[in-house]
C-alpha cells in the first residue's frame, strides 16, 4: 500500500490561507511529491492522514488538510488551540479521507493569524511540522 511522509526543521511563517513547507521528505512509495508544499496521490483510496504543527509563542492557531486547495469536507480534518505566553503549541491532527488519483494533499493555515514555526528547542534543531499519508483502501 502506499504510504509518504514529509517534514520540516526550518523556521518558516505560515500566513492565513497558506500551506505549510516541508524541507524533507522520505520514505515517499507510491506517493508523489509535487514539491515543498504537500504529497501527491496517485492511487485513488482512502488514506489515513496525520499531521502536526509547532506553533511558537502565545497566539491562537488553525489548521487543515486540504485536497487540490479545497478543504477535505465536513471539516473533519480540523484542528486548533490557544496559547498562553511563553509556550508553544503543538497540533495534532487525523483524519480518513478519499483521494483521487492526482489530487495534492496539503496542510493549510485556515485560521486568522500568521503563525511562526520555529526549528529549534532546547538548542537542538527539531521538526515544527510534519505530514503522513498511509492507503488504507
Do not use: C, H, W
Request: avoid cysteine; charged fraction near 15%; glycine fraction near 12%.
Amino acid at each position: 500500500m502506499p504510504y509518504g511522509y514529509k517534514f520540516n526543521f526550518a523556521p518558516q511563517t505560515v500566513n492565513p490561507g497558506s500551506a505549510v513547507s516541508f524541507d524533507g521528505a522520505g520514505p515517499l512509495v507510491g506517493v508523489g511529491d509535487p514539491g515543498p508544499k504537500g504529497i501527491q496521490i496517485i492511487t485513488s483510496g482512502d488514506y489515513l492522514v496525520e499531521y502536526s504543527v509547532v506553533v511558537e509563542g502565545a497566539q491562537a492557531a488553525a489548521y487543515a488538510l486540504t485536497l487540490n486547495n479545497v478543504e477535505v469536507p465536513a471539516f473533519k480534518s480540523r484542528y486548533g488551540a490557544e496559547s498562553v505566553a511563553g509556550v508553544n503549541q503543538i497540533l495534532i491532527g487525523t483524519a480518513v479521507i478519499t483521494a483521487a488519483a492526482g489530487d495534492i494533499l496539503r496542510l493549510k493555515n485556515i485560521g486568522r493569524t500568521a503563525d511562526s514555526l520555529f526549528g529549534e528547542d532546547d538548542l537542538r534543531g527539531v521538526l515544527n511540522a510534519s505530514l503522513f499519508v498511509e492507503q488504507l483502501t
